[in-house]
């Protein structure tokens, strides 16, 4: 069983700040990328930040300059600081993790549950 769990989301103003969090767990050999996409209300879904085991970095020009990714590979936790909030910031933001689960260097991509954020004054 894995278990990817995000917290951190909520209301935020324009041009302040949110920190997000996302940790997997459970029946994990290794966690390679993990990253965030978020959803907007009839939407499709877009890739916000993802990062390697390595610390590269790839974000989506929209939250380039403003939002940082990083991990801690010991606890399996990624994060997404975002400053500079804009309204278009509005959206369901879910975290993934591609995990092999079984050790046999197979990947899987696990979701977390998705957490709202919201950019309004």
């Known amino acids: 069983q894995v278990q990817v769990v995000e917290s951190g989301g909520g209301l935020g103003q324009p041009g302040g700040s949110l920190t997000l969090s996302c940790a997997a767990s459970g029946s994990i050999s290794r966690v390679f990328v993990m990253g965030w996409y978020r959803q907007a209300p009839g939407k499709q879904r877009d890739l916000v930040a993802s990062?390697?085991?390595?610390?590269?970095?790839n974000y989506a020009d929209s939250v380039k300059g403003r939002f940082t990714i990083s991990r801690d590979n010991a606890k399996n936790t990624v994060y997404l600081q975002m400053n500079s909030l804009k309204p278009e910031d509005t959206a369901v933001y879910y975290c993934?993790?591609?995990?092999?689960?079984?050790?046999?260097?197979?990947?899987?991509?696990?979701w977390g549950q998705g957490t709202q954020v919201t950019v309004s004054s």
């Open positions: 990062i390697t085991r390595g610390g590269n970095t």
């Open positions: 993934y993790a591609d995990a092999d689960s079984t050790g046999w260097g197979t990947l899987n991509r696990y």
